[in-house]
C-alpha cells in the first residue's frame, strides 16, 4: 500500500504534465548545492580516462532518508562556513553531486546556546517537484523528515519555518559576504601585480593546469626596462594584461616620410582587461640625463565603438573610436607595416569589446561604489589642501554627498599666481587651469564623465600634462592642465582613477 508521501508525489506529477502549455509561475532563486550527505545508500564513481566512461568505485550504505544536507556553493555565513540545504529527494544522489535547487523556505533552528538556518529547496530538474513553490505545500511526511534532519532527533531544540522572501534574502546576503570575503583576502595577500608572471622556464605547473598569466603578461620582461616601469605605474594591481605591440623609433617611408623626417619616438600599445592605451617616449630616451619620460593615451575599453588597421606606402596605423555622451573620438598609432599582422590580431581581440551584441560583449561589473580597488589615501588630500589652499575651491563645488574619488594640485608653471588643480568624482571632473585668485572664482569647468572620451597624461622631467577629451559632435575639445614633475603623483593618481571610470555606462 502507497503511504502518503508517494501518493503526493505521483499526485505532483500528474499535476506538473497537466501544465504543459500554460504559463508558469514566475522563476524563484535557484542555487548550485554540493550534496554532502545523500539520502541513502548511494554509489561512487570515478571516471576511466582510458575508455571515456565512468567506472563504479564502491558502494557507501547509510540509513534511508528522505532528506538530502548540503552546502550552496560560493556562500558565507557568519559562522565562516556555507550556507546549509535540505532537499527532499525521491532516491539518493551520492556525495559531492551538484544539483541546482529552487528555494522554497527555510528553517531556523535555535538551542540555548546558539541558533542556525537552513534553506529548505528542491530539484529544480525534478517534473515532480515542479509545482513546489512554498514550503506548505510539501507533504507531512516531508516537513517532518526536514524538521528531524535539522534539528538531528534532538531534544530542547526550538524549529521555525521562514518564508521564501526570507530566505531569499539570506541566500543573496551569504552569497555577498563569500564575494566581498574573497576580494579582500585576495587583496591581502597580493605582494605582486595580478599581470606580474615569472618567466616561463620558472613555471613548475603540470600540463593540465590552466595557464595562470597570458603570453603577453610572461613576456613583459622583453620589453625595454623603461617600458616595464610604465606599465608598472599606470596599471591597477588586478588588471590582466591581453595583448601589446611595442613600436620602434623609425622613419616613415613613402609620401609619409617626405612630410615629416623625423623619427617617430619609440612606443608600446597595450591592451588590457580594463583599458585601451598608447605610450610613447616623451622625449627620445638619449636628449636627457636621465633616461625616463612618457605620454599614455588611454580609454576604458567599454568605450571603444570600433578598431581597425589601414595601411600606407611603408606604414600601417590603428585606429581606434571612443564614444562618449557628446560623441565619438578618433585616435590613430603609425606602426612599421612590418607591425600589420600583429595590430591585426589587436583588432580581433578587441572586437570581443566592440563587435559583439551589446548582451554577451565583454563589460565590467561596477558595484555601487565604481571607484572601489584605486589607491586613495584620504591622507593625501588633506596634505594637499595644507600645500594648496585653491584646491578646498574645487572641493567645495562638489556637492549632495558625492565622494571624491581623486583630488590633484600643483605650483604654477610660471612662478606666480595659482597652479592647475582637479577634483574627481565617479559622476564628474572639477578642474581649474590656474591663474589668479579672481579667475579661481569663474575659472572653474566642469566636465561629466559621460562627456569625457580619453584621458592623456604626460610624464616627463621637462613638463608634465593631464589632458582630457570630450568630443562634440565633429570636434573634440582638448582640455589641458600643465604643472612641474615634483606635482606629478597626485595627476598620476588622477589619470588612472579616471580612465577607471570611463568604464561605467552612460545613456
Known sequence: MRDEAEVKTMARLSRARAKVGREEPPPELTVNVRIEEPGGTFNMYTYDHQRGALRLAGVHHRPFSRVERGTVLNTLTEDGGPLEVLIPAASPTSKGCIVEA????GVQVSTLEAQGLYLVGVPAVDPAQADVHDAGELSEAERQAIDNAATFGLQRVFLRWIPYADAEAVAKEATKAYWQNKAEAESRVRYVAAWKAQPLSGRWASDD????????????????FRFQKYVEELLLPDERILFFVERPSFVPGGAWGLLRRQKLRQGLLVITDRQVMAMLDSLPPDSTMVDWGYIAKASAVERLTGAWVDSRD?????GFAFDSAGGV??????????HREALQEAVTLLEGFTGAPASTAARRLYDAEPSAGLPRSNDEEVDLEAKYPHLRHLLDRIAGGEKVVAAAAARPV??????PALALTASRLVVFAGGSQKDLQAGCR????????????TQSLVGCRFEVFTPAMEEVDRMTLKYNYPDAPAFLKAFIALRHLLGQPFS
Not at 529552487?102 to 523556505?105: F, K, Q, T
Not at 611603408?314 to 590603428?318: A, F, G, K, P, Q
Not at 561629466?448 to 584621458?455: E, F, G, Q, R
Open 414 to 419: 610660471e612662478g606666480h599666481g595659482l597652479g
Open 314 to 318: 611603408s606604414t600601417c596605423e590603428i
Open 209 to 224: 593546469e590552466a595557464e595562470p598569466h597570458t603570453w603577453a603578461e610572461y613576456l613583459v620582461p622583453s620589453l625595454p
Open 329 to 338: 573620438e578618433r585616435y590613430t598609432m603609425t606602426f612599421p607595416g612590418e
Open 446 to 457: 566642469e566636465y561629466p564623465v559621460a562627456n569625457i572620451s580619453s584621458v592623456e597624461v
Open 102 to 105: 529552487r528555494v522554497i523556505g
